[in-house]
């Protein structure tokens, strides 16, 4: 099993702080609290002057304390174990930070074995946040940063909303109406478009037909408190010339647009 506690080396930063569930009386058993965890490893060439054979691993993340039951718990557990220790390259699932970070320095020394350059350091960058949380939802941000051979970083972001009740993932199917998701896709356009960078109406319309250039409501989102934040993937923003990595769209335009009892924020 996994483990994201009894690390060496692990530096709690001593961050605190509780999601109140469901219901007026707020007791342990009925909050969601984490506490974060910050996770240094590199190379002796990373303090060097000049740096040479450098490679550093940085994970931050939040390990739960305590959540409404021992099934949300678990759940959420789990998935941020999945998002920081998923090995880069095909072979065996780390079960720690220190094992991530050690396959890590690994593959850079097997790489400078092989022709690498001394001279180009690498760098592992993974960062999950407490985006967003209230009694009806626990958003979580999910960033990574790699940086090796190629000599630039490569970077993604990734969202993901947990039920505190029982700790599963909302879907955005979960939220929209079936009978109303075209209305949905309208509006999300609408702010999409809003931000997206001045374009004339003829380039415009040119994209707007051009075979995988159709507007799409991205399946990154953020539940927050005001809205609702959709982000292309960065592979995704590249690929269309006036696209924004991120928009929003406000509760107040998509109300009549929700399932029955759905509950946001």
Known sequence: MRRLL??????????T????????????????????QD???SLPGCQATPVRRCAAVH???????????????????????DMLLTPLEKGKAPDSPEEFAGQILDHYETWLKKGGSANKP???ERKIDVHYHSPHVLCLKFFQSVEHDAGHSAENTVYFNFR???????????LIDDSKVARFSEVAQRHYRKNAPPANEENEEEQSKAPGQEFEVPKNFAIEANGLRFRYEEDQAESRPNAVPEFVVPYGEIRSLL????KLP
């Not at 505190?164 to 979960?174: A, C, H, R």
């Open 39 to 41: 996770f240094n490893k």
């Open 6 to 15: 009894s690390v060496p080396g692990l530096i709690a930063l001593g961050l």
């Open 164 to 174: 505190p009740q029982d700790g599963s993932i909302i879907q955005l199917s979960d």
């Open 122 to 124: 690498w760098a592992i």
């Open 17 to 36: 702080a509780s999601l109140p569930a469901a219901g007026q009386a707020q007791t342990d058993q009925q909050n969601i609290t984490w506490q974060m």
């Open 59 to 81: 994970l931050a993340y939040p390990v739960i304390e305590s959540a409404p039951t021992d099934k949300a718990k678990q759940a959420i557990e789990s998935q941020i174990q």
């Open 259 to 262: 399932r029955p009892g759905v």
